[in-house]
């Protein structure tokens, strides 16, 4: 560390209650925290040198309305409330934010049932605005776009997700950097968190990990399943003088039995245009460069059975995304599906993130938000997306067994 650089604050060895990890969810669950109790101390530990470096800080910046999710399911309650109070917050804050609409394009008629079920679980879900479209519909609305039916989401948004999480850390104050948690204690009355800087002693922990959340849970004494597996997404972006091809977020019918939503296009509130992302299961938890290998994650990977039973069930997907991590024309391709007229010459790279997505021991990827408890000790052991765009609402969730924890 040069002379210039200060060193940041030595965090407490003692407080109330401690949130493990600054992404823009434990900033969210530290600051819900910190409104309920305005009593308690409340810390937060981040493993790494600054908050929100992972998936806060590498995603479409996408605030979703709730389309996909099965309806009654915590992903379709948590999304709506979510996106609401995301919003309200930007708003308050400065924070740019743009309702810019998503249209949904189903390219051929093997499609149409697919689009049917979007529209009923939006529909039941209580989506605003939720429209289907034509072929002319979707020209009026993506004059670059072609398809034979749509779908258009007027709600959904973008935002700047780690503006969001900057706003909410000032609002906590007490995030502590370079604190990766090495060994989790339960004692009689309190839980101690050993980390890089020294040790924490709280009466409660809250885990917000992401892609180490299972890891820390089972330190905590919890089991191992469901594990996490890091999937890798690239993204492209448009050059600046194709931007024009997207006003808003252009997306395809995705597989309902997926998780995943697809090669789509997405216009963030910076100006760019992102194609993408791939995922593919990836050989490190932060593998934001590909040949990024850590032996640890690898083997965890490997070892689990949930990943060769995946893998059994779903090798045509992975090669297929194989292929469009390997091939920029391929991922180029893939959205001239829908976007004719694209072709490589209109991109150049953009960046890599890391989906933290949670896989049973029997191959099922767990496509809802997971919470576990142990003793003293709460986690969330899977929040992808739509997990940023729900943060506030996830908060408001763990507050609540907090709560009952105390």
């Not at 924490?200 to 597996?229: K, T, Y």
């Not at 391709?333 to 933290?356: H, K, N, Q, S």
Request: glycine share 10%; net charge positive; with cysteine.
């Amino acid at each position: 560390m040069s002379a210039a650089t200060p060193r940041p604050a030595d965090p407490p060895a003692r407080c109330d209650l401690a949130v493990v990890g600054a992404g823009i969810l434990g900033l969210a669950v530290a600051r819900e925290l910190m409104r309920r109790h305005p009593g308690r101390s409340v810390v937060v530990l981040e493993r790494e040198d600054a908050i929100g470096r992972h998936q806060t800080g590498r995603n479409s910046g996408v605030v979703h309305a709730g389309i996909y999710y099965a309806p009654g399911s915590l992903k379709a309650r948590l999304c709506l409330a979510g996106a609401r109070e995301l919003e309200a917050f930007c708003h308050e804050r400065g924070i740019a934010y743009e309702r810019c609409g998503k249209v949904i394009v189903a390219t051929h008629p093997g499609e149409l049932g697919r689009l049917d079920e979007l529209e009923r679980r939006g529909r039941a879900n209580g989506v605003e605005g939720l429209r289907r479209l034509d072929a002319d519909g979707i020209r009026e609305l993506e004059p670059h776009a072609t398809g034979i039916a749509g779908l258009h989401s007027p709600a959904t948004g973008i935002v700047d997700f780690p503006a969001v999480a900057r706003a909410l850390a000032d609002d906590v104050g007490a995030v502590f950097t370079g604190c990766g948690v090495e060994a989790v204690q339960p004692r009689e009355s309190t839980i101690v968190l050993r980390h890089a800087r020294g040790h924490l002693e709280a009466r409660h922990a809250v885990f917000c990990a992401g892609a180490w959340s299972d890891r820390l849970a089972v330190l905590a004494g919890a089991g191992p399943d469901p594990r996490i597996v890091p999937f890798r997404g690239e993204y492209l972006r448009l050059r600046p003088e194709r931007r024009d091809r997207v006003r808003s977020l252009i997306y395809p019918v995705p597989d309902p039995s997926l998780p995943f939503l697809g090669v789509h296009l997405t216009r963030h509130v910076g100006g760019d245009v992102l194609i993408g992302p791939t995922a593919l299961m990836a050989p490190s938890r932060d593998a934001y460069r590909l040949w990024r290998v850590r032996p640890r994650d690898l083997a965890e990977t490997a070892g689990w059975p949930g990943s060769w039973r995946l893998l059994a069930r779903w090798w045509r997907t992975a090669l297929q995304e194989l292929r469009w991590a390997a091939s920029r024309e391929a991922l180029v391709a893939a959205a001239a599906r829908y976007v004719p007229g694209l072709t490589v010459a209109d991109v150049e790279p953009a960046f890599a993130g890391i989906r933290a997505q949670a896989l049973g021991r029997d191959g099922r990827l767990v496509d809802d938000f997971v919470f576990s408890r142990t003793e003293r000790a709460l986690h969330v052991r899977n929040a992808p997306s739509p997990g940023a765009t729900s943060s506030l609402a996830i908060a408001r969730h763990v507050a609540d067994e907090v709560d009952r924890m105390l």
